[in-house]
């Protein structure tokens, strides 16, 4: 598994594991199993995950749903959220 650096990657990972399971709306994925498994990724720094979530949530790309327990895409803004994450893929360079 290649490790993240930096937060756009690691907003581009959050956006595509919730676009792979489908997670749009009323769809949701448990936060604490996001949080877990992204940092994994990034050393085990689950404080630094929370804080990206938290502005993806400020900047609409996420919805919030169980009193901050759960999370999904806001289908509202699925372009933008297709077009970053490809953006953001095409400009990772490959180990």
């Keep these: 598994m290649s490790k993240v650096h930096n937060d756009e990657e690691i907003k581009a990972d959050i956006m595509n594991k919730l676009m792979r399971r489908g997670c749009w709306r009323a769809k949701y994925l448990p936060l604490e199993s996001l949080v877990h498994w992204i940092s994994r990724k990034i050393k085990r720094n689950g ?9 993806l949530v400020k900047e ?3 919805l919030v749903h169980k ?6 895409l806001n289908p509202a803004r699925s372009r933008e959220i297709i077009m970053y994450i490809e953006r953001i893929v095409r400009e990772r360079p490959l180990k």
Excluded: A, E, L
Aim: glycine share 16%; charged share 35%; hydrophobic share 30%.
């Design 67 to 72: 009193g901050g327990k759960t999370i999904s």
């Design 47 to 55: 404080k630094r995950v929370r804080r990206i979530i938290r502005s």
């Design 60 to 62: 609409g790309y996420i």
